[in-house]
């Protein structure tokens, strides 16, 4: 197919699941355009529905196809890049797109109550049981790291989408906080934060002048 894809996202500070697959066209090597809509306005609706009637960014546009949903965009780009968005090794691929799914389906608690907010650093939010389930979910994830390790610092040894999954998550923690986590999942976070394919990301979210009063959680 010819021409670059366009990815619709949103505020670059706030919109997770348009961070997910910017942050794996990334380490594919697949040059994207961009359409920034800012979120939480009365036209964002009806702008995102220009793309996609189900009105929810990010949505990838290649051609005449029209792809929503964080992880279909995510096959999607890896099937571009020859497979190369998951482990090459059959169980690895199973187990990565399995952590994938539970991060695309799962963590609500997380995710609703310590929103991403790249700018911010140094919040604070009350752990309630669900929370603390969640990071002990994530903890592991991160720390689980021991049987790709001779292939390099990620989640299954090369960059895959599951990293790309929980690059967010990564965020989140380095905002509210790195309790509960271990130090290999410590280590997980600050190498995914600083990644230096994320950083054009992060500088143009330090960027945004939005304020999104009710992603703005924690003291
Ligand atoms: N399941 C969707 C979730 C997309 C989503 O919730 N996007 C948010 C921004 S991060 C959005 O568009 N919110 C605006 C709205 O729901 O009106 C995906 O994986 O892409």
Redesign the pocket.
Same mark, same amino acid.
């Given at each position: 197919m010819n021409g670059r894809p366009l990815l619709v996202i !949103?505020n670059r500070n706030? $919109? $997770?699941? $348009?961070l997910r697959p910017w942050i794996l066209a990334q380490h594919l090597g697949i040059a994207l355009d961009i359409q920034r809509i800012v979120?939480d306005t009365p036209t964002?609706?009806a702008e &995102?529905c220009r793309y996609w009637p189900g !009105?929810? &960014?990010?949505v990838l546009i290649h051609g005449a196809l029209v792809i929503?949903? $964080?992880?279909a965009i995510m096959e999607y780009l890896s099937e571009l890049a020859d497979g190369l968005g998951w482990p090459a090794e059959q169980q690895e691929r199973a187990h990565a797109r399995a952590l994938a799914a539970e991060m695309?389906a799962g963590f609500a608690t997380l995710r609703s109550l310590c929103p991403m907010n790249i700018r911010a650093t140094g919040r604070h939010v009350t752990s309630t049981t669900a929370l603390a389930r969640d990071i002990a979910r994530i903890n592991a994830i991160f720390s689980d790291r021991s049987h790709a390790a001779d292939r390099g610092p990620w989640l299954f040894g090369h960059y895959s989408a599951a990293d790309a999954m929980y690059l967010p998550v990564a965020f989140r923690l380095r905002t509210y906080g790195y309790e509960g986590l271990s130090s290999q999942a410590i280590e997980y976070v600050e190498r995914a934060t600083s990644d230096p394919l994320a950083a054009t990301w992060v500088r143009d979210a330090q960027a945004e002048t939005e304020v999104i009063e009710h992603e703005e959680v924690g003291h």
């Open positions: !949103g706030y $919109s $997770s699941w $348009s979120l964002f609706h &995102v !009105g929810r &960014v990010p929503p949903e $964080s992880i695309h």
